[in-house]
């Protein structure tokens, strides 16, 4: 069982937006602006989309955003794309002795 | 760039050890404020943290592995490596290594770097008789 928590599935049309959600304690989410987001294709290694709750890395599209409330951050995509369909994980610091945790992963499915 | 490529057996026996290193390209593992991390993906599964390892040569594990991980590294070569021991079909994953941001201050409040940028491409690890 992961230590952050995600929903297992989300699709969307292409053009769409769509949100997804991963929550966790005041431990980790919620005490730390230092949530981040990785995007996985199948077969490939996880690639860095979001740091920091909101920080997108150079060359990432402005269509990613992230925020945060509470124990809960956000990763939102807009203007869904056939290629943005993909797992998505998230990953928080954590004040345990694990350091980091990530969430269980969702599966991104474009329509 | 900063590329990272993992390298080791593809094939391991229960109750072996495995072992992977990690080779840094584009850039010198010892310069800057970074921790080279292990990750495992279990196939189907998310990510799991393994441990890191800092410039300095201090090391981090995940509680539920610390007793069967051991980090280290090589400047020499560029590399870092890991080694689980005592192996069962439950290691059986992906395996990535990947740089992590260590912390810094500025402004009189410091920060850490908590995530995961480059990865390398994975190494699958089986453990089958």
């Known amino acids: 069982q992961s230590a952050l928590t995600q929903p297992a599935s989300v699709s969307g049309s292409p053009g769409q937006s769509i949100t997804i959600s991963c929550t966790g304690t005041?431990?980790?989410?919620?005490?730390?602006?230092?949530v981040s987001w990785y995007q996985q294709h199948p077969g490939k290694a996880p690639k860095l989309m979001i740091y920091?709750?909101?920080n997108r890395p150079s060359g990432v599209s402005n269509r990613f955003s992230g925020s945060k409330s509470g124990n809960t951050a956000s990763l939102t995509i807009s203007g869904l794309q056939a290629e943005d369909e993909a797992d998505y994980y998230c990953?928080?610091?954590?004040?345990?002795?694990?350091?980091?945790?990530f969430g269980g992963g969702t599966k991104l499915t474009v329509l | 760039q900063v590329q990272l490529q993992e390298s080791g057996p593809g094939l391991v026996k229960p109750s072996q050890t495995l072992s992977l290193t990690c080779t840094v390209s584009?850039?010198?593992?010892?310069?800057?404020?970074?921790?080279w991390s292990w990750i495992r993906q279990p196939a189907g599964k998310g990510l799991e943290w393994i441990g890191r390892i800092y410039t300095s040569g201090s090391t981090n594990y995940n509680p539920s592995l610390k007793s069967r991980v051991t980090i280290s590294v090589d400047t020499s070569k560029n590399q870092f490596s890991l080694k689980l021991s005592s192996v069962t079909a439950a290691d059986t994953a992906v395996y990535y290594c990947a740089r992590r941001g260590g912390g810094y201050c500025s402004g009189g409040s410091c920060y850490s770097r908590v995530w995961f940028d480059p990865w390398g491409q994975g190494t699958l690890v089986t453990v089958s008789s």
């Open positions: 005041s431990s980790d989410v919620g005490g730390y602006n230092y």
């Open positions: 584009g850039g010198s593992i010892s310069s800057g404020s970074y921790y």
């Open positions: 920091d709750v909101s």
């Open positions: 990953s928080s610091y954590t004040s345990s002795s694990t350091d980091v945790v």
